[in-house]
């Protein structure tokens, strides 16, 4: 009797699986591993972005408070002119010693000498971290941390440091009105003339400069300035117009964002603006308004 065969002669079947299906099964679970970790990677960087949001909200709270207490909101001058993300630190939290601000640890006075009523913080300052970059202390996010492979070359930032959360606020002629309209100088700089702009790029040029982006990489060759433009609703560039329309609602854009003023967290990597992915735009930035979507890519 053959050792495959029963007593009454019927097949019986060897135990265990072939190569074959071995192979099949192992090909099955790679592949439902690697579907699992899309769905994972997404839902971890959704839950980012909402985190992120969530804490631009909790600063927008804060910015409203300060208002309150000095008629107006926090405005670069002096050392921090062109720096609105150091303003932001400053103004919200103050986190330096007395000497510095008039009160030791976070909160400030506006009398010299050590005296008088401590303002703020005007946030939970265990919310979010105060990173010192060049001698400068910034508001960052806990959630929107930069990535080792994309860090500045030139040293800037450091691995796994996270860039500031932007500040921009809009000019006070400007900031009342909430509205944008085809003749209001909307976004740009203006240092380099064509404003004066509703949305100064200057204040916050020492991390979206006019030549280069935290790492210096632009997006399928668009400049800071024009990505800028681009996500907050001025399409002009990127439609092969002429310059004199750049900067510049006109009748066929929207103005995405008309607030007293501007937030905005960097994405993965540190990154500020626009990524070209796959012949298409796309962007992780997180701010406290919503982008224009015509040329990107979810």
Same mark, same amino acid.
């Not at 065969?5 to 192979?23: D, K």
């Not at 670069?76 to 720096?83: E, I, N, S």
């Not at 993300?85 to 103050?94: E, M, N, R």
């Not at 790029?201 to 400049?223: F, K, M, P, R």
């Given at each position: 009797?053959?050792?495959?065969?029963?007593?009454?002669?019927?097949?019986?079947?060897?135990?265990?699986?072939? =190569?074959?299906?071995?192979?099949?099964?192992?090909?099955?679970?790679?592949?439902?591993?690697?579907?699992?970790?899309?769905?994972?990677?997404?839902?971890?960087?959704?839950?980012?972005?909402?985190?992120?949001?969530?804490?631009?909200?909790?600063?927008?709270?804060?910015?409203?408070?300060?208002?309150?207490?000095?008629?107006?909101?926090?405005?670069?001058?002096?050392?921090?002119?062109?720096?609105?993300?150091?303003?932001?630190?400053?103004?919200?939290?103050?986190?330096?010693?007395?000497?510095?601000?008039?009160?030791?640890?976070?909160?400030?006075?506006?009398?010299?000498?050590?005296?008088?009523?401590?303002?703020?913080?005007?946030?939970?300052?265990?919310?979010?971290?105060?990173?010192?970059?060049?001698?400068?202390?910034?508001?960052?996010?806990?959630?929107?941390?930069?990535?080792?492979?994309?860090?500045?070359?030139?040293?800037?930032?450091?691995?796994?440091?996270?860039?500031?959360?932007?500040?921009?606020?809009?000019?006070?002629?400007?900031?009342?009105?909430?509205?944008?309209?085809?003749?209001?100088?909307?976004?740009?700089?203006?240092?380099?003339?064509?404003?004066?702009?509703?949305?100064?790029?200057?204040?916050?040029?020492?991390?979206?400069?006019?030549?280069?982006?935290?790492?210096?990489?632009?997006?399928?060759?668009?400049?800071?300035?024009?990505?800028?433009?681009?996500?907050?609703?001025?399409?002009?560039?990127?439609?092969?117009?002429?310059?004199?329309?750049?900067?510049?609602?006109?009748?066929?854009?929207?103005?995405?964002?008309?607030?007293?003023?501007?937030?905005?967290?960097?994405?993965?990597?540190?990154?500020?603006?626009?990524?070209?992915?796959?012949?298409?735009?796309? =962007?992780?930035?997180?701010?406290?308004?919503?982008?224009?979507?015509?040329?990107?890519?979810?």
């Amino acid at each position: 009797m053959n050792r495959h065969t029963t007593a009454s002669g019927t097949l019986r079947r060897p135990h265990g699986f072939t =190569t074959v299906e071995l192979l099949v099964v192992i090909g099955i679970i790679v592949l439902l591993a690697s579907m699992l970790l899309v769905m994972v990677s997404r839902g971890y960087t959704a839950s980012r972005r909402v985190r992120a949001q969530a804490d631009l909200q909790v600063i927008a709270l804060g910015l409203e408070a300060y208002k309150q207490d000095f008629g107006d909101y926090p405005r670069p001058a002096g050392p921090l002119a062109t720096d609105g993300a150091a303003t932001l630190c400053w103004a919200l939290v103050a986190p330096g010693l007395v000497a510095v601000d008039g009160a030791d640890g976070p909160g400030f006075r506006t009398r010299v000498g050590g005296q008088g009523k401590v303002y703020g913080p005007y946030i939970d300052t265990s919310a979010f971290n105060i990173a010192t970059i060049g001698g400068v202390q910034y508001l960052t996010s806990k959630v929107m941390r930069g990535d080792i492979g994309d860090v500045d070359a030139t040293g800037i930032l450091q691995p796994g440091q996270t860039p500031p959360i932007l500040y921009i606020p809009a000019r006070p002629a400007v900031s009342t009105q909430r509205q944008v309209t085809p003749q209001t100088a909307y976004v740009g700089q203006n240092s380099v003339g064509g404003g004066p702009y509703m949305y100064d790029l200057d204040q916050c040029s020492t991390w979206i400069g006019s030549t280069s982006w935290i790492t210096g990489i632009h997006a399928n060759g668009v400049a800071p300035g024009n990505q800028i433009r681009t996500m907050m609703g001025d399409l002009s560039y990127m439609r092969g117009e002429p310059p004199a329309n750049q900067g510049v609602i006109n009748g066929t854009e929207t103005a995405r964002c008309t607030a007293p003023y501007i937030l905005w967290a960097a994405g993965r990597g540190g990154l500020f603006g626009l990524r070209y992915e796959n012949s298409h735009y796309t =962007t992780d930035n997180v701010a406290n308004f919503d982008f224009d979507s015509s040329v990107l890519v979810k």
